[in-house]
């Protein structure tokens, strides 16, 4: 016995006393011509409910690879009971009936998986190429008994005559899964890494306006660069911005494809991106806004206006020089009891990071006036809320208030920003470290990011403070109040 080689069985057997089931005899059986193969009586172990026996496999070292493989999987899918008389233990009204999680055996490595939600599923283990694996064959009841039972054959069928069916099986799974299906996937992992709902919608709404009615329903697998171009070539120079973000989306679509084994060609983003080359025209959009000499007049004609949760949202978004999501949606529980900062979570965050915004001295006036607005909501419920309890104002809700001042085609809510910017630069001459991080803006170099591990907040709480007083007195500091070009402020309809 010197000349054989033995390879224990991992972990399983037949069982001795199950009904029906008969031990594969000891002299050599032949499997396929040219291949012997032992089973020799080893040893006996206990598990729960069910004795079991253990063999060894004797093969010959001169059988060839594949051969060899083939029968190591025959021998050792026989010993984890995929005799044919064990096979269809379940039935479907039992299958239909059962309820308690747990693993339901049907014979031949097919098995029904109950969770403890009761959701039901087949799975199917098998050895392949001398490795075991488990295959998902379907959810039940969208996959029947007797439907699981076929494709169950057909993996034993193929893992016995030698094909691998692990790569047919990807193989089918490519040709079926279309770019639709697979956007659907990656965007429910993606979805809550955006930071908020208007960029989820944009995600989905240029997919359903420009890539779905071209390749919705192609296969992922098959998608081609020139497909691309028919999504994204009429729009990439009329909608340039449209265009890029699309063509970015679409991409990473296509890498999820690629990583889910979908797909095996590189992305089709790729051949396209060089054919476009540069032909986007015009300068990148940035956001309208006032100079910074004109903002203390404007927060100024805010403190004549009716004071409204609106009204109040627009002041605060001013005086801490933050986004207009971070500001609608703050909560009491955010500010410190004495009003000097205020710290948002980073979910809320674009940079996924909190932040601490010193703040200025009028913002305890704004917050005294949102309590005597809204008395009920004190505690942990929203700052300035629209006219339902606990429900943040639209994003539309300040630039109406820009539109009846006057001021909407020549500023944004988020143009404020850029006006603080630009009088930190000016006015305050502080450094461009200490005003980006008033900002929350992270600093692109990863290198000089990776050592520059402060948050400026000492700084910061001196330049908040400076902001304020400008916005309040500009004459004391340099750059004084300018004038708005419209003098008439009408009331603001109701937001």
């Known amino acids: 016995m010197a000349e054989w080689f033995k390879a224990p069985v991992l972990k399983t057997g037949v069982g001795s006393r199950s009904p029906g089931v008969r031990i594969p005899p000891h002299p050599p059986i032949h499997i396929f011509p040219g291949f012997l193969i032992v089973l020799q009586h080893s040893s006996m172990f206990q598990i729960p409910q069910c004795q079991q026996e253990v063999h060894n496999i004797v093969l010959h070292p001169a059988i060839p690879c594949s051969t060899l493989a083939s029968g190591f999987d025959w021998a050792i899918n026989w010993v984890m009971g995929m005799a044919p008389r064990t096979l269809h233990k379940l039935n479907a009204t039992r299958v239909r009936g059962l309820k308690a999680a747990g693993l339901y055996e049907d014979g031949g490595g097919l098995r029904l998986v109950v969770s403890d939600s009761g959701a039901k599923r087949w799975v199917m283990r098998i050895s392949i190429r001398g490795t075991r694996h488990q295959l998902g064959l379907g959810s039940y009841p969208s996959v029947s008994l007797e439907r699981a039972r076929e494709r169950a054959a057909d993996i034993r069928k193929g893992a016995s005559e030698g094909r691998n069916v692990l790569a047919e099986r990807r193989a089918d799974k490519r040709g079926s899964v279309t770019f639709r299906e697979a956007f659907e996937t990656y965007f429910a992992s993606k979805a809550p890494t955006l930071s908020n709902a208007k960029h989820r919608a944009q995600w989905r709404s240029t997919m359903e306006s420009y890539a779905f009615p071209i390749i919705g329903r192609r296969a992922v697998a098959d998608v081609q660069p020139d497909e691309i171009l028919k999504v994204i070539g009429p729009i990439w120079s009329s909608k340039p911005e449209t265009a890029g973000r699309l063509l970015q989306r679409i991409d990473a679509v296509l ?11 590189a992305s089709a983003c790729i051949g396209a991106r060089q054919v476009l080359g540069n032909r986007r025209t015009g300068e990148g959009r ?6 910074y000499c004109e903002v203390p007049a404007f927060v100024a004609r805010l403190h004549d206006m009716k004071p409204t949760a609106a009204r109040l949202c627009l002041e605060w978004t001013i005086l801490t020089a933050c986004r207009s999501g971070e500001a609608r949606l703050a909560r009491w529980n955010e500010v410190q009891e004495d009003a000097t900062a205020w710290t948002i979570p980073a979910e809320r965050m674009k940079a996924r990071r909190a932040h601490v915004v010193p703040l200025p001295s009028r913002c305890a006036h704004i917050l005294h006036v949102a309590r005597l607005l809204q008395p009920a909501n004190i505690g942990s419920g929203l700052i300035f809320v629209s006219g339902k309890p606990d429900r943040p104002l639209s994003d539309m809700a300040m630039t109406k208030i820009l539109r009846a001042m006057g001021v909407a085609e020549r500023a944004t809510t988020h143009g404020f920003r850029t006006a603080f910017k630009v009088w930190c630069a000016e006015v305050a001459q502080t450094t461009d470290e200490i005003s980006e991080a008033a900002l929350a803006h992270t600093i692109p170099q990863k290198v000089r990011a990776a050592y ?17 007083q400008f916005l309040r007195e500009p004459s004391r500091l340099p750059g004084g109040r300018g004038r708005l070009s419209r003098q008439s402020t009408p009331e603001p309809s109701e937001v």
Request: hydrophobic share 40%; glycine share 2%.
């Open 452 to 468: 520059l591990r402060t948050d400026f907040l000492e700084q910061r709480r001196e330049l908040m403070a400076r902001w304020g």
């Open 255 to 265: 890498h999820f494809a690629i990583a889910n084994n979908w797909r095996e060609r």
């Open 286 to 291: 940035h956001h309208r806004f006032l100079p």
